[in-house]
């Protein structure tokens, strides 16, 4: 029962990755400005696409395909670490600058993704 909500958490949260990835490539300006920034040179233009769009999707396409492939404990344990890294920046924004309903929210959303692919990397792929 826990394989089975694990793996259905990571391709939803996968899931939502690749939507917002799709949003982003749809509406590159309601994106940025969702999410706080300010989009003044091309540069920013391609950084912000390169990380919102290309890093998002690949992230998104690793949480759905992990439970699925041999390799996805590997892949688990990689975004767990990356997950995990997102949630201390987030923590240490908070604690520099002050409470901000975004950067809660995705304190919330990368501690739990963190903690899923942690646990999705030890129970999924046990029996394997």
Known sequence: MIRQTLTILLVLFGLSNLAFAFFSVWDLTGTAK???????TRGGY?????????LVAAVGALLVLSPFR???RAWLQTLCFIFAGLACGRILSLAL????PQTVLGLIFEGAAAAATFEGSRRIHAAR
């Open 34 to 40: 969702l999410t706080g920034f300010a989009m003044i």
């Open 46 to 54: 391609g950084e912000f696409r390169a990380v919102y769009t290309g």
């Open 70 to 72: 041999p390799e996805g």
């Open 97 to 100: 600058d002050g409470s901000d």
